[in-house]
């Protein structure tokens, strides 16, 4: 049976019609739109699904959508402004931390949310807070040095 809900993506208010068990990225890929959420493994080990929910990672793959209703969900297309690329993403692409591309969305919103409550990580800090996402191309150190950069404002 379908729901109709709101959900607030980015800061914008979106009518959806939900079942019960509609997960999260499905809602923000097939009824927003949204697309750069991707969905890799669908069962929460790969982390290529991350959003965050009021501020806190979480993989969309197992998360209900309707659990989102009357949340802020921040997905990797709220982390720009507009056209003009976030210091982290534009850290990305200086560091060469984005091969395929594939993982790149998830590990954003993971960084992104890590810098938010730890402005100024350690590379423990951020291999940890990165932990869930998984790469097959970079090798790892590419990222976190992004994330380094991005945290220092250079
Ligand atoms: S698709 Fe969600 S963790 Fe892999
Ligand atoms: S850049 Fe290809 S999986 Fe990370």
């Known amino acids: 049976m ?3 809900a709101t959900l607030t993506v980015n800061g914008i208010a979106y009518p959806v019609e939900l079942d019960g068990d509609t997960t999260l990225v499905k809602a923000l890929r097939e009824q927003l739109g949204l697309t750069g959420t991707k969905e890799g493994c669908d069962d929460c080990e790969c982390g290529a699904c991350m959003v965050m929910v009021d501020g806190k990672p979480v993989n969309s793959c197992t998360y209900f959508a ?4 009357g949340s802020e969900v921040t997905t990797v297309e709220g982390l720009a402004d507009g ?13 060469g931390g984005v091969q395929c591309g594939f993982c790149t969305p998830g590990m954003l919103v993971s960084a992104h949310a890590l810098l938010r409550r730890t402005p100024d990580p ?7 807070a990165l932990a869930g996402n998984l790469c097959r191309c970079t090798g790892y150190q590419k990222i976190a040095a992004a994330v380094v950069q991005a945290a220092k404002g250079a």
Request: proline share 0%.
């Open 2 to 4: 379908k729901h109709a």
């Open 66 to 69: 309707l659990q989102a209703v």
């Open 83 to 95: 056209e003009e690329l976030s210091a982290l993403q534009a850290a990305f692409l200086d560091q």
């Open 122 to 128: 350690s590379e423990e800090e951020i291999r940890l």
